[in-house]
C-alpha cells in the first residue's frame, strides 16, 4: 500500500472493514504472533490503532480532524519486546497514512551527542533526517540528561528533538526507551519532553510460563526441540536464571538456547556414525544441564536481581541501525 495515499474511506465505511482493509489488522495480527503475552501492551496499540482508524472515517465525513499526537514511552526491562513492537507501530503508522515510510531508526545516547562543541546538533540532525517519515526509537533515552556534567552535551540534543517532536509531528513519531524508574526521573527533569509524550506503555516481564512458550516458539522457527528431559531440565533453567543478576527476558532465553544449540552440536560433532535428522533436531537434558546455572548458588527465595543498564561500552556497540518496511 501507498502511504502517501490516503486510505480509501467513504460515509458507508463500517470500522471493522477499514481495519481489514487498510492491513493493520494483519500487523497487528502478526504481533500477536511473534509475541507471546504482553496483553496490556498489545491492547495500547490496538488503542491506538483505533483512534486513528475513527480519525479517518471523521475525515470522509467532513468532521473536524487534526493528526493526534503520537510520541511515545516504552518503559520496562530488557528483552520484553519493546523494539519489535515499535516495529510494527511504525508499519501501522504506515498502513494508516500517518508517516510516509513506516521505517525504524533505533539509536542510543552515542549516536546523537557528540563529544565536544559543535558535534552534537549535526549528529542528532542526522539522525532526525535519517528518520523523517517513519519513527526514532531512542534506547535508554534517560543518558541524554546528565545534570551531574555541566560539560555535558545531551541537553543540546533534547532541545533539538522537542523542536522537531513539536514542529514536524506529523511526519516522524519519536518513541522514547528505558526502565521505568529512570525514564520517570528524565522527565520529570524534562518537563518539555514529558508534554509532548502522549502515549506511555509499560511492558511487563514474561511470566516463567511465557518464556517457555517464547522458548518453544524460537525452536520451532530454528526446527529443533527439547526432548522429555530437556523440557524439564530447561524450566528449571528458567526459575533460576531470572532470579539472578542482568536477566533480559526472551532475550536471556535466545541467548541461553543458542549456547544449548552450541553443547548439542559439540556432543553430536563426535558421533562415527551418520546421523538422523531426530539426532540432528533433538535437544536433549545433558545440553542444558552443562550450564553454570545449575552450578551457581541459589538465591534467596523470592529474589530478582534489576537488570542494570547497560554499560558504556555495550552501548557504544550497539550502532544505530535501519529497519526499512
Known amino acids: 500500500m501507498d502511504s502517501a495515499a490516503p486510505i480509501a474511506t467513504d460515509t458507508a465505511t463500517a470500522p471493522r472493514q477499514l481495519f481489514e482493509s487498510s492491513g493493520v489488522k494483519a500487523l497487528l495480527d502478526q ?39 503520537l510520541h511515545m514511552s516504552f518503559t520496562g526491562n530488557p528483552g520484553t519486546g519493546k523494539t519489535t513492537v515499535a516495529m510494527r507501530m511504525a508499519e501501522v503508522l504506515k498502513q494508516l497514512g500517518y508517516v510516509r515510510k513506516g521505517h525504524l531508526v533505533a539509536v542510543t545516547r552515542d549516536d546523537l551527542v557528540g563529544q565536544f562543541i559543535g558535534h552534537t546538533a549535526p549528529k ?5 533526517k535519517k528518520a523523517m517519515g517513519g519513527v526514532l526509537f531512542i534506547d535508554e533515552a534517560y543518558y541524554l540528561y546528565r545534570p551531574e556534567n555541566e560539560r555535558d552535551y545531551g541537553q543540546e540534543s533534547i532541545e533539538i528533538l ?43 516481564d514474561y511470566s516463567e510460563s511465557e518464556l517457555m512458550q517464547i522458548a518453544q516458539l524460537m525452536l520451532t522457527r530454528l526446527n529443533y526441540s527439547f526432548d522429555d528431559g530437556a523440557a524439564s531440565s530447561f524450566a528449571r533453567y528458567v526459575s533460576l536464571r531470572r532470579r539472578q543478576p542482568h536477566f533480559a527476558n526472551a532475550r536471556s532465553v535466545r541467548n541461553a538456547l543458542d549456547r544449548i544449540r552450541l553443547r548439542h552440536a559439540t556432543r553430536l560433532f563426535g558421533s562415527e556414525q551418520a546421523l538422523s535428522r531426530e539426532q540432528l533436531c533433538t535437544l536433549e537434558a545433558q545440553d542444558i544441564l552443562a550450564s553454570r546455572v545449575f552450578a551457581s548458588p541459589a538465591p534467596a527465595e523470592g529474589a530478582q536481581a534489576a537488570a542494570p543498564g547497560r554499560s558504556q561500552g555495550a552501548r557504544t556497540a550497539m550502532r544505530s541501525t535501519e529497519v526499512s518496511r
Open 124 to 128: 542528532t540532525r542526522e539522525v532526525i
Open 31 to 69: 504481533l500477536d504472533a511473534e509475541l507471546i503475552g504482553l496483553a496490556p501492551v498489545k491492547g495500547r496499540i490496538r488503542d491506538v490503532a483505533a483512534l486513528l482508524l475513527i480519525d479517518k472515517l471523521r475525515q470522509a465525513q467532513g468532521l473536524q480532524s487534526q493528526p493526534p499526537s
Open 162 to 204: 522537542l523542536q522537531v517532536m513539536e514542529n514536524q509531528r506529523d511526519d516522524l513519531v519519536v518513541i522514547l526507551a528505558g526502565y521505568k524508574d529512570r525514564m520517570e526521573t528524565f522527565f520529570g527533569s524534562n518537563p518539555g519532553m514529558a508534554s509532548r509524550i502522549a502515549h506511555h506503555i509499560d511492558f511487563p
